[in-house]
């Protein structure tokens, strides 16, 4: 499986963005995607995730401010980021695995491409 992610720029705070994630050579049927992000100087971590039932997780800050959702016919998925915080900048990259979600990012394989989102106070 190919991930590429897409997306992402520069807005001020209280903004929306979003980035996506696409995928190639398989479905997301049984697949779990994760948004996760990496500020610099700190560990990456886990945003969003939609796991291979559909079931979505989200970290506690953005809950009720970002969404995710997931397009099994297309193979992609999306994160919806609204009311953004200068604390939400970061590269944020999608991952996937083919197993339950895990809030480790160790623990994913496959990795698409970093995307840069900056907010700005």
Not at 4 to 26: D, E, I, K, N, P
Not at 37 to 51: D, L, N, T
Request: net charge positive; charged share 20%.
């Amino acid at each position: 499986v190919q991930l590429q992610a897409s997306g992402g720029g520069s807005v001020q705070a209280g903004g929306s963005l979003s980035v996506s994630c696409a995928a190639s050579g398989r479905t997301f049927s049984d697949y779990t995607v994760g948004w996760f992000r990496q500020a610099p100087g700190k560990e990456r971590e886990f945003v969003a995730g939609i796991s291979r039932n559909g079931v979505s997780y989200y970290q506690n800050s953005v809950k009720g401010r970002f969404t995710i959702s997931g397009d099994n016919a297309k193979k992609m998925v999306h994160l919806q980021m609204n009311r953004l915080k200068p604390e939400d900048t970061a590269v944020y990259y999608c991952a996937g695995r083919m197993s339950w979600l895990s809030y480790d990012w160790r623990e994913y394989d496959n990795w698409g491409q970093g995307t840069q989102v900056t907010v700005s106070s």
